[in-house]
């Protein structure tokens, strides 16, 4: 089955139903369905042909989800770009896919400059934002319909539909292929028993739509009939202005996004007695955040786990498993990411892919129709990651003996600010280039707000002098924002195991204290 | 995914749920599960290698379901045969699937001696019935586990995993080969929303579980960790009886069995107030009978359709569709089959596969992962039927304005009393081996306990006599009790069109009174 079955099918179901409810249109299924088969038109008129990739550069918008399925259509591959990236990450995404058109809106269309010096592919750089184009932009809306094809061969499920950029479990970023059947399988598994996800009522994109911790709900909510709203990027009054105007019965927030809207001041004006259930993931949640915004929004909470090369749910931690009085035990499933959803199977194995037994620690494997076909252009990356058919997580966990699943640590040696990956090697080379620097390792240091921060330690030259102002200066000039140390502990060696590799754990224990920084 | 992955989840998550509640036994899913390995090793001992066939000419019970899964996990291809076919139905099936084993109980070991003969090819006669083993088979139950292999490969999704009997679309019993994918497939599709079937609670093995009716339910019931309860075979008041018992809380039955069961005067005497659910299908349901089940039995009513070869599910008829208020409209759901279930397509098209407009008639065919991959050893009429990529049902059906399918006649010439399929043709060849006839054909004729019932209209030779019951003792001798006319109307000649092709259409009308029979 096909990313295209999820939008006929709601055609032909719910062609009545509101698709789309935004600040100044509504469109039903039947109307969405014509103008995504219009802008498919428009796509095929401007060169897009089978296997083309399209990149989009956008803040969340109807177009937006218009694109996801109008590429499909087309046959078309889609390339969500990270909106907080740095713009040399955009140019090396847009190199690294081969991607032959950008839609950019008003927020991005000032990069079309340099991306257009740097990434000579592109043929066209198109224009979907508010109002009308900037100039040497093609304006999407304004272009006709051609009229003609007047229908699409349907995509072979294990076509590619997207790539979708992650720094996943070894170094740089790398797009993860996801098929049709990718895309489509995880919608299903996040509609099936107990506690499928969605349902008819009103979605809120207020996650990024390029990431699939919103993106992979797209699909499901289409098969429901689901009514998709929208607000550009977080904000946690836009949220809550967004719940209440549109009633919204559901959406997915991650913890640092949950965090900003319980502590705001606004919060008791607005009403938010429309919603049903939050999903959250993408970064561990402190107890007490998820207890508090459980009493405060008073509806079902659930937590996904997965990640982006799985399409991206693995596992799912119930409503009625958020048992808060049984969480001082070691295995108290509202500290677990949940259980496997069905279609997915989930293990926990040790280095010869053996499993280890309930309680003990080995890195986390999942098997199923949602697992990627490989990383694109990189077949060894590939190969090792998917060896055995299993996709190796690079996640360590544990399962207690009733199958609840408990995420220990990252393999991969990752930190999760705000729910983004932030690979380390990455960002200690980039330490380790300043001249002051001798050997420098970053950790993530438990933040209020952003669930985990980064921290630098470091070991300076002998000679040489520097604070931690200017190395955090240093990595913004450098490095996407969220990539760089908020605190640096300046210390006279890193702890090494007998392979010379940084013993994290020790430096955590060691450097990881709120006094500290 | 496999049907293998099924119990594996089960075993998983609901290893100390009641897997089997049997008259003198209860198995958990941990207990089950290794049972299951135990059966797959002994049918591995005993010869059965990847790929072989295995047949089972058995009532209900808990080994059935076993054979069902060790079948699977042993990497064989399980054929279910029809407890009511006529033993030279038997032989044929045995010996075009090439079967290598056979398993009986109580009810059919007597057939051995015969089946011996007339099937050199098969290696194994095994008893899995009640009680010890008639001398000559081999026992089951006594059967030494071998303790290897510890563990089975899983098999590829694409792989059969069983032939299904049916006789299909055009003329003669064909085997559909089920692939494991198809056979998950139809599971998940019966679990998704809106109104997925099962659920935890106790499920009655009353429609047999040859048939795809009931088996089909198995691997979605076991995803669920439902508890799975038998009768050997359908009757009233073995029904009741379990029901009140086990406290069922879900099953399938065909129309003609919930007729019976309405019917029976024992029916106030039994607690039937645990049911929760009854799922009927197979053949088309009086309203009135209908009506009367809903207020009697005091619990939701879904109706299923499909056909072997689709896993067997296509469409579902929701409890809150059967609104009887409605019932005088042309497009009435309560009298459609319901609307695709989410996973399949379904069309209505005419002779070119274009689809037809809304209210008009054409033929169902259908597209999803569930769709068979196709008859085995038959690559002609396979590819026949699944031309483009869907399968041709032969049904005759329209559509209504929302997605409900009511079904109209059957294409492919097909009658179904009691919900068995009767193909025309073969009882038509027959009645024309009768030295007295000239022509003849046979229409399905509505029937109160039945819901369809044959007759026969015949044109006798110029000079023979033929009598009713002459003719229709003829049938009984060489024909399966159910394939037998239970009319005969005398006749002039037979309404032709112009290809020369018996109008069944101007004959149901002329002959299909039931004055006339």
């Known amino acids: 089955m096909t990313v295209n079955y999820c939008l006929r099918r709601a055609k032909s179901f719910f062609g009545d139903t509101i698709a789309i409810e935004d600040e100044d249109r509504t469109l039903t299924y039947h109307e969405f369905y014509a103008e995504v088969e219009r802008s498919a038109r428009k796509l095929a008129k401007l060169g897009a042909s089978k296997g083309d990739r399209v990149a989009l550069l956008m803040l969340n918008s109807p177009e937006y989800l218009e694109l996801y399925y109008s590429t499909a259509m087309a046959g078309a591959l889609i390339v969500p770009l990270n909106t907080r990236w740095h713009v040399n990450e955009i140019i090396f995404t847009l190199s690294d896919s081969g991607s032959k058109m950008l839609f950019v809106d008003e927020r991005f269309a000032a990069l079309v400059p340099e991306i257009l010096n740097a990434v000579p592919g592109i043929q066209h750089f198109i224009y979907a934002g508010k109002g009308s184009s900037p100039s040497g932009l093609l304006d999407w809306k304004s272009q006709a319909d051609p009229g003609v094809p007047k229908n699409f061969p349907e995509p072979d499920e294990n076509d590619v539909a997207g790539l979708f950029y992650t720094s996943g479990t070894t170094g740089g970023p790398k797009g ?3 098929t049709h059947r990718n895309l489509y399988s995880n919608a ?5 028993p107990p506690g499928g996800l969605f349902s008819e009522g009103k979605w809120l994109h207020a996650a990024p739509m390029f990431h699939l911790a919103d993106a992979g709900a797209i699909f499901g909510l289409t098969l429901c009939g689901s009514t998709h709203c929208f607000i550009p990027s977080f904000d ?10 549109h009633r919204i019965s559901t959406l997915v927030l991650v ?3 949950i965090n900003m809207v319980l502590n705001h001041p606004d919060l008791p004006n607005y009403d938010l007695t429309s919603l049903r259930r939050v999903v959250y993931g993408a970064s561990p949640m402190p107890l007490p955040v998820l207890r508090h915004a459980i009493d405060t929004f008073r509806c079902e909470f659930v937590q996904g786990y997965g990640m982006t090369e799985v399409s991206p749910l693995l596992t799912r931690l119930q409503h009625e498993d958020h048992r808060f009085e049984d969480a001082d035990r070691e295995f108290a499933p509202v500290k677990s990411a949940g259980r496997a959803v069905m279609g997915v199977e989930v293990r926990v194995v040790d280095h010869n892919d053996q499993d280890v037994a309930v309680g ?3 890195e986390v494997i999942a098997r199923g129709p949602n697992v990627m076909k490989g990383y694109w252009n990189r077949p060894e990356i590939s190969a090792e990651v998917l060896r055995g058919g299993w996709m190796h997580t690079g996640d360590l966990g544990a399962f ?6 408990y995420i220990l640590d990252r393999k991969k040696d990752m930190i999760k600010p705000g729910g983004e990956n932030v690979y380390s090697p990455e960002v200690e080379s980039m330490l380790c280039a300043h001249p002051a620097v001798l050997e420098a390792a970053i950790i993530g240091i438990p933040h209020e707000t952003w669930g985990e921060a980064i921290r630098a330690v470091v070991v300076t030259r002998p000679d040489a002098t520097l604070s931690e102002d200017e190395l955090i200066t240093w990595c913004r000039e450098r490095l996407t924002h969220f990539k760089c140390p908020t605190s640096v502990v300046f210390t006279d060696g890193l702890p090494k195991g007998g392979t010379g590799k940084v013993q994290k754990n020790v430096l955590r224990d060691k450097c990881g204290g709120a006094a500290a920084g």
Chains 1, 2 share one sequence.
Do not use: C, N, Y
């Open 236 to 245: 946690p009054v836009a949220v809550m202005r967004a719940i209440e105007r």
């Open 188 to 192: 299903i598994h996040s509609l099936l």
């Open 255 to 257: 913890p640092t996004m």
């Open 400 to 405: 207690d003996e009733h199958g609840f699943l």
């Open 176 to 178: 993860a292929m996801l």
């Open 360 to 362: 003990q620690a080995g």
